[in-house]
């Protein structure tokens, strides 16, 4: 749903292409007691400002304005295709010092028994002689 022209007092659209930016400013007439409120939020700016000639990519400040308790103004700033081509960075490698290998001694692990606990008398005991295991 578009804005209702009568609705707004002011309207500016600044396009900086350079910038890669197009500013819209509104103000909106106060709420006549015969008329319901004016609630304006981004979305329905993006309208206004492809008119004013901004191929608008994406939102970069966003901002919501009613007229319910007076006369309300609001700015919207949008992302446009800029007249700018992105410079290309070259990523630099950075040389990294050799570092020089050290061979390393090999050493074999020696095994170590386990120890074997004694088993206990009791439930437990007979449990996992049952199962089978020692």
Same mark, same amino acid.
């Given at each position: 749903m578009a804005i209702d022209p009568k609705v707004i007092k002011h309207k500016e659209v600044l396009v900086d292409r350079d910038a890669g930016t197009a500013t819209v400013n509104i103000t909106i007439y106060p709420r006549n007691i015969n008329e319901p409120r004016t609630k304006i939020s981004g979305h329905k700016i993006i309208d206004i400002a492809i008119e004013g000639g901004a191929e608008v990519v994406r939102v970069l400040e966003d901002c919501t304005i009613s007229n319910r308790y007076g006369e309300a103004s609001g700015t919207w700033v949008f992302e446009i295709l800029s007249n700018k081509v992105p410079e290309k960075k070259t990523a630099v490698k950075k040389d990294k010092?050799?570092? %020089? $290998?050290?061979?390393? %001694? $090999?050493e074999t692990a020696v095994k170590k028994e386990a120890n074997k606990e004694e088993s206990s008398s009791g439930f437990f005991a007979k449990r996992d002689k049952k199962k089978g295991s020692k």
């Open positions: 010092p050799v570092e %020089k $290998k050290v061979p390393v %001694k $090999k």
